[in-house]
């Protein structure tokens, strides 16, 4: 028998099974944002009768035409602004009271844990009467707080549980050494812990950010101003005004998504870091 033979691998229906898996997860993916992305090279005539092939014309001026206008940057501001104070005040909140549930005991800890992995159960939706009470009483209609505020409570569960697996996981040698030579709790979730989880906060980060600068229900009710819209609601009142220039709607959809895209491009190392986390113990 030759070496070939010898050390030749027996197939594995399984890798064949997860590779056609994922390469049918990929094709659900990427199809749509490239029917999008060549859409808006069309004219409108060319997108009806091809909509998802090359196009035979390349209308550039249909992308110049957003880049160029006001409007578009306004709606990118405002989205970008929500969405940066979205994501700084949960990385605050939810990382000091993920440290809290991950290395201070006391009394209700395990209640208030489970209490807060409730939020995961409750749909926004059925929220949106008394937020609107509870914002308007602060005086916060209509600001971009009114906007970050909820959305910083509805991600905040899912923000410290993430958070916490992964603070649980720095060795516990690390706080007790540290607190014989007399440092706080503080200094070290300031010096110790903060610096060894960033890729967990790049990963807390880019869910929060694609979750804020996509939503559309909690600024369609806390905002009505047309200065303050954000992206999804702008492109509501692009689509009521374009109502039949589809090939502009597909070129300020892709335009306005593209922000989210390079943002989970450039964070990938540090989500799947921060999502396998935890997951191998040696």
Request: contains cysteine.
């Amino acid at each position: 028998m030759s070496n070939a033979e010898t050390t030749r691998t027996p197939f594995d229906p399984a890798v064949l099974f997860k590779a056609s898996f994922l390469a049918v997860v990929a094709i659900f993916v990427l199809v749509p944002l490239l029917a999008t992305l060549l859409g808006g090279f069309k004219s409108l005539g060319e997108l009806r009768v091809n909509p998802f092939g090359l196009p035979r014309h390349w209308e550039w001026q249909n992308y110049a035409d957003i880049l160029f206008s006001a409007r578009y940057w306004q709606l990118l501001r405002n989205s970008l602004i929500i969405s940066t104070l979205t994501v700084t005040l949960t990385l605050i909140v939810a990382s000091m009271a993920a440290f809290t549930f991950a290395h201070i005991k006391f009394y209700g800890s395990s209640m208030l844990l489970s209490y807060l992995t409730l939020g995961l159960l409750f749909p926004a939706a059925t929220a949106v009467l008394p937020l609107f009470i509870k914002v308007r009483d602060l005086g916060l209609l209509d600001t971009y707080l009114g906007v970050a505020l909820p959305q910083v409570a509805f991600s905040l569960a899912m923000s410290v549980l993430l958070l916490r697996r992964f603070f649980k996981d720095i060795p516990y040698e690390l706080l007790e050494a540290a607190l014989v030579d007399g440092c706080s709790y503080i200094k070290f979730f300031r010096y110790v812990t903060l610096p060894l989880s960033r890729p967990i906060l790049a990963t807390v980060g880019t869910i929060t950010f694609v979750n804020s600068w996509n939503a559309y229900l909690l600024p369609l009710v806390m905002l009505n101003t047309d200065a303050l819209y954000p992206w999804p609601l702008g492109i509501m009142v692009y689509q009521g005004e374009y109502s039949s220039e589809w090939h502009l709607i597909l070129a300020f959809i892709t335009l306005t998504i593209l922000p989210t895209i390079i943002l989970f491009l450039l964070a990938q190392k540090h989500i799947v870091a921060g999502l396998t986390a935890g997951a191998v113990k040696g």
